[in-house]
């Protein structure tokens, strides 16, 4: 099973300043046929189910604000905002579609300091 | 825009079967080529678990470790699917979702693009 790790647990950012998760891989989860890391990035709030963010690991999903970006290859990731927003408060999750069984990272808890 | 509803009983008691019904409206599942359709659930407090994956052949991908208490089955002519767990106990008390999954390959694999609300289950007697 690939294993994805999340940090840091939880972060308190202030508004407008930037925020920075970090997500790791137990193994490659870069497809080398077509260069694809096989990586989303949900964000999920209080009461509400997940809503994808980004796949293929820095690709946006239409909608999504361009505060939003994601980084990395290979086993390394990130998702940056940029400036974040009252709105952003969210828990964040990585997860891997390399292979089955899909996995989750353990979530990023982002507040506003 | 394709949606889904979760459905079933919110309290189970420990060693029976929890039943879960996800209704699709906007989208035909016997249609689904490129999507399976999956079920994700969060216990409280904790993370993310993959339940598994149905394809519109009716085959099936199961996370290892339920695999031997779950089933997913399709019902086209209702537009729906579901999830049985069977001999539950009180780890299994979680806000259970169904989800489309944009499949990467045939071998189960994808991610959810679009969720249900979700729906808690309690296991206690």
């Known amino acids: 099973d690939i294993v994805m790790t999340q940090s840091p647990e939880s972060l308190a950012v202030s508004l407008g300043e930037r925020a920075t998760i970090n997500c790791k891989s137990s193994?490659?989860?870069?497809?080398?046929?077509?260069?694809?890391?096989?990586l989303v990035w949900y964000q999920k709030k209080q009461g509400q189910p997940p809503k994808p963010l980004i796949y293929?690991?820095?690709t946006r999903e239409i909608g999504v604000p361009d505060r939003f970006t994601g980084s990395g290859s290979g086993t390394d990731f990130t998702l940056t905002i940029s400036s974040l927003q009252a709105e952003d408060v969210a828990v964040y999750y990585c997860?891997?579609?390399?292979?089955?069984?899909?996995?989750f990272g353990g979530g990023t808890k982002v507040e506003i300091k | 825009q394709v949606q889904l509803q979760e459905s079933g009983p919110g309290l189970v008691k420990p060693s029976e079967t929890l039943s879960l019904s996800c209704s699709v409206s906007?989208?035909?599942?016997?249609?689904?080529?490129?999507?399976?359709w999956g079920w994700i659930r969060q216990p409280p407090g904790k993370g993310l678990e993959w339940i598994g994956n149905?394809?519109?052949?009716?085959?099936?991908y199961y996370n290892p470790p339920l695999k031997s208490r779950v089933t997913i089955s399709l019902d086209m002519s209702k537009n729906q699917f579901s999830l049985q767990l069977n001999s539950v106990t009180v780890a299994d008390t979680a806000v259970y979702y169904c989800?489309?999954?944009?499949?990467?390959?045939?071998?189960?694999?994808?991610?959810?693009?679009?969720w249900g609300q979700g729906t808690l289950v309690t296991v206690s007697s």
């Open positions: 989800a489309r999954v944009t499949a990467k390959d045939g071998a189960g694999s994808g991610k959810f693009d679009s």
């Open positions: 906007g989208y035909s599942i016997s249609s689904s080529s490129g999507y399976y």
């Open positions: 149905i394809y519109q052949s009716g085959r099936t």
């Open positions: 193994q490659s989860i870069l497809y080398i046929s077509n260069n694809r890391n096989y």
């Open positions: 293929w690991a820095s």
């Open positions: 997860q891997q579609y390399y292979s089955t069984p899909l996995t």
